[in-house]
């Protein structure tokens, strides 16, 4: 990188840090600590809302999915918005009336104190792994750009969270995000016209597109029914919403962004202002994977992305073997190029069979480039069956490190390490609040000060920090990064968000069916996910939403009617 690049990528972290350790420093008490004082307004939830979500996987990985695999991932989020008008509806008014600090308070009202540290607990197990993956994400990428160590890099990004997350609690969160989320469109929308700008003169947007549909990028919907497709519109519907729902109505990391609002209202706003704009702006980030890809339908790309991949296999005995897989992929590259060209060009004349001829040709390319790149990691798992073959996580960086010109590769990395923050800080403020308030103070037998509490939010606050550094430290990619955390997250929320429901709606269940019915629920989800999903591909991950909840559901009635069915013929 530049000295231009090195003075964007540090002025933007440094003003971010130094701005919210100052802006929110000296919290009085544990309202004004974990809650913000509940002052917020409606747009101020709703971009930390959306901050919290779009963490750095989301800008690593989305493009490079869209890449490979076009516009599908998009029907992921299709039950977001129908998830945001139920939480509206139920969710918020009562935790609002119940003037609760956490989700699972609630729950204690409702059911016992066991059933609410049950879930608490849930909770910290999958939103402490998250939190060490959203470290350990852009520590990949300054790890290819500067060639760092990544447990240095793991380090130095948790440290800068932690020093103002820790000292300003939710007000240092809600308050940089606002700055985060400028940084991050004002990168993401750069990182767009910088790639039109780079395709060829006579290759519009609508010819993109065109070029871009003709390679089979642009299949945004697909109605099949099948469950072990990840992404078509009825997991997205189903899954999805169960994911959306469990992730914005119970997540303390999401919960705790809107129970800051000063009223029921302003809270609800800012979660509608975040269901309409998500979709169009992951809309957007794949957008921009789908141009990276047509970028490269012009210029030369890698058999594979992973830089370190590639390094180890002409390292090895298999070198000769990859450079002829190169040099025959370099030599497909260019018949690519012409075929693009030639279709450009009959998209000019408008000749429909020459259209479907041209579509065809490049088609039959295309599978060609595939399994080459499918040999490219048969050849890297054989020298190193350890090394991730997977480089969906290393499209963009790799477009970013060769393409973007001066000044601006430290604007996008500053975009990537702005995403991470924002998350991150979501994570640890909420993983600090749950431990203090569920599982510390409601398990104190004495009472302590107001200012007992504060200290022990901020000391929690910090050992989650902690916590996730050391995680990072263990990671290692999966699918892809975006993928991995969803899979976490879909291991545990469909069985918390279960537990939400029957508190809501099934008023005859009490705590001990719940208990036994969320602990059954997640032995089940776990070896569902070992024998259909990690071993035998049987079903989509995201069915592991529905069938958490459902079961749940299904377990606790069936026990509540037994046990109201005893106490009746007991009396």
């Known amino acids: 990188m530049d000295n231009l690049d090195w003075i964007i990528l540090s002025s933007t972290l440094i ?21 913000g004082g509940k002052e917020s307004k409606w ?13 750095a996987i989301t800008f690593l990985s989305t493009p490079g999915q869209a890449f490979h695999d076009g516009m599908g991932f998009v029907q992921f989020y299709f039950g977001q918005p129908i998830a945001m008008i139920i939480i509206c509806v139920v969710f918020i008014p009562i935790f609002h009336k119940l ?20 879930t608490a607990i849930l909770f910290l197990l999958q939103r402490g792994l998250a939190a060490g993956i959203t470290i350990f994400a852009p520590s990949i990428i300054l790890s290819a750009v500067l060639g760092w160590d990544l447990k240095t890099l793991n380090l130095i990004i948790g440290v800068l969270v932690i020093i103002y997350t820790v000292s300003g609690g939710t007000n240092a969160v809600s308050v940089t995000q606002k700055q985060q989320m400028f940084v991050i469109m004002t990168g993401m929308f750069t990182a767009f016209f910088l790639i039109m700008s780079f395709l060829p003169q006579d290759i519009t947007f609508t010819k993109a597109l065109k070029i871009a549909g003709a390679n ?12 072990k497709n990840r992404y078509n519109f009825w997991s997205g519907i189903t899954g999805g919403l169960c994911l959306a729902l469990a992730y914005f109505g119970t997540d303390q990391s999401q919960v705790q962004r809107y129970l800051t609002g000063k009223s029921v209202r302003e809270s609800q706003l800012g979660l509608i202002f975040n269901g309409l704009l998500k979709v169009p702006m992951q809309f957007f980030i794949l957008l921009v994977g789908i141009m990276v890809f047509v970028f490269y339908q012009y210029n030369h790309a890698p058999l594979n992305f992973n830089p370190a991949a590639t390094e180890a296999v002409l390292k090895s005995d298999k070198a000769n073997q990859y450079q002829q897989l190169e040099d025959k992929h370099k030599a497909l590259e260019i018949k690519k190029r012409m075929a693009q060209e030639r279709y450009s060009g009959i998209l000019d004349v408008k000749d429909y069979d020459l259209t479907v ?9 295309n599978k060609l480039d595939r399994s080459y790149r499918q040999e490219a990691r048969n050849i890297i798992e054989s020298v190193d069956p350890s090394i991730e073959t997977n480089d969906k996580d290393y499209v963009f960086i790799h477009f970013i490190l060769n393409n973007i010109p001066r000044g601006f590769m430290g604007l996008l990395l500053a975009v990537i390490l702005s995403a991470a923050m924002s998350s991150t800080a979501s994570e640890l403020n909420a993983l600090g609040t749950i431990t203090t308030i569920d599982l510390y103070k409601r398990n104190t037998k004495t009472e302590k000060s107001e200012a007992h509490y504060l200290k022990a939010s901020r000391w929690f606050t910090f050992f989650w920090g902690i916590i996730a550094i050391l995680f990072a430290n263990f990671g290692s990619l999966f699918d ?14 469909g069985n918390v968000l279960g537990i939400f429901l029957l508190a809501f709606f099934f ?65």
Request: aromatic share 16%.
């Open 15 to 35: 003003f971010i840090v130094a701005y919210g350790y100052w802006k929110t420093r000296g919290s009085k008490n544990v309202n004004d600590y974990i809650l």
């Open 43 to 55: 747009w101020t939830i709703g971009l930390s809302v959306m901050a919290t979500q779009a963490s």
């Open 99 to 118: 003037k609760v600090f956490t989700a699972y308070e609630f729950l204690e009202a409702r059911f016992d104190l066991k059933t609410r540290s049950l």
């Open 216 to 227: 089979d990028k642009l299949n945004i919907l697909d109605f099949s029914f099948d469950l």
């Open 357 to 365: 001829e041209a579509e065809k040709h490049i088609e039959d390319l």
């Open 480 to 493: 892809n990064l975006i993928q991995l955390v969803n899979i976490i997250g879909s291991l545990f929320y």
């Open 507 to 571: 008023k005859f269940v009490k705590g001990n069916a719940v208990f036994i019915a969320a602990i059954s629920t997640q032995l089940i989800i776990f070896a569902t996910y070992y024998f259909c999903i990690y071993k035998h591909e049987i079903i989509s991950y995201l069915w592991l939403n529905v069938i958490g909840m459902l079961l749940v559901i299904f377990i606790a009635s069936v026990l509540g009617k037994i046990c109201n069915l005893r106490s009746s013929n007991a009396a």
